[in-house]
């Protein structure tokens, strides 16, 4: 199927797990996020929530992402402007980010549309996790 950037606009409920296993610890996070249109042309996804390592309590997280439309892809940037990845969203698909010296592996799954999840591994010297984000329609 088809989508564009404008069918992931709005509200969705985020689901995350994440498991670290070079510093064997487990955390969820758990909260909102939202795609709207700026000006420029670009979309804003905004994540707020709360973050929870291990037993400890939960502490407020926010991140901000830049969407932009290059079909079939879309283009996502940091806050700052740098560029991070690009992913097809008609299907499953793979992205890439090398931030050196770590290297970050995505696997986007939309083939329970309008649910969706990313599935980040995290490979470095100082890193090595696995984050699974869950999105369903607010």
């Known amino acids: 199927m088809t989508r564009a950037i404008t069918d992931f606009e709005g509200s969705w409920q985020i689901s995350r797990s994440i498991d670290d296993r070079f510093g064997g610890q ?8 939202t795609l709207i249109p700026c000006q420029d042309g670009s979309w804003k996804w905004e ?3 709360y973050l929870t390592l291990g037993e400890d309590a939960p502490i407020k997280a926010t991140r901000i992402y830049y969407w932009r439309p290059a ?5 996502v940037f940091f806050e700052d402007g740098r560029p991070f990845h690009s992913f097809d969203p008609s299907g ?12 970050y592996r995505a696997q986007y799954e939309f083939k329970d549309w309008p649910q969706w999840q ?3 591994r995290v490979k470095g010297p100082l890193k090595d996790y696995e984050m699974i984000s869950r999105y369903t329609r607010a």
């Open 118 to 120: 990313a599935i980040w």
């Open 47 to 49: 994540e707020s929530g």
């Open 26 to 33: 487990k955390a969820t996070f758990a909260g909102q996020a």
């Open 71 to 75: 079909p079939p892809q879309i283009e």
């Open 92 to 103: 499953a698909d793979t992205a890439a980010h090398w931030c050196d010296p770590d290297d």
